[in-house]
């Protein structure tokens, strides 16, 4: 796979890098959906949810972890925030390497209903 998240971790393409690990890294999203909105991506190529293993469960966990760290470490925890994790077209997804969206900074409002 190559997506444009591998690009960011192999710094071929500059990114507002947050958080790296040997495991993930993590950049400000380039089209924010809130005042905080930072994507969490393992180094680990997984296209989908769908495509993941249960040796590779742990690359979730990973995610979140980092992501309510982040939170921490950036003083917004106690207020809140939201985790997001988009599987293919329907769901959001657009590029096809898993990812989690963290969004906070503001009150976030309540999920909408479905597209039709």
Known sequence: MDTIFHKIIRREIPADIVFEDDHLIAFRDIAPQAPVHVLFVPKTDVATLNDLTPDQAVVVGRLAHAAAEYAK???FAED???IVMNCNGHGGQTV???HLH???GA???RFGTPKA
Request: proline residues 7%.
């Open 73 to 75: 470490r950036e003083g």
């Open 80 to 82: 809140g925030y939201r």
């Open 96 to 98: 096809f390497q898993i």
């Open 102 to 104: 963290l969004l906070a």
């Open 107 to 109: 009150p976030l409002g």
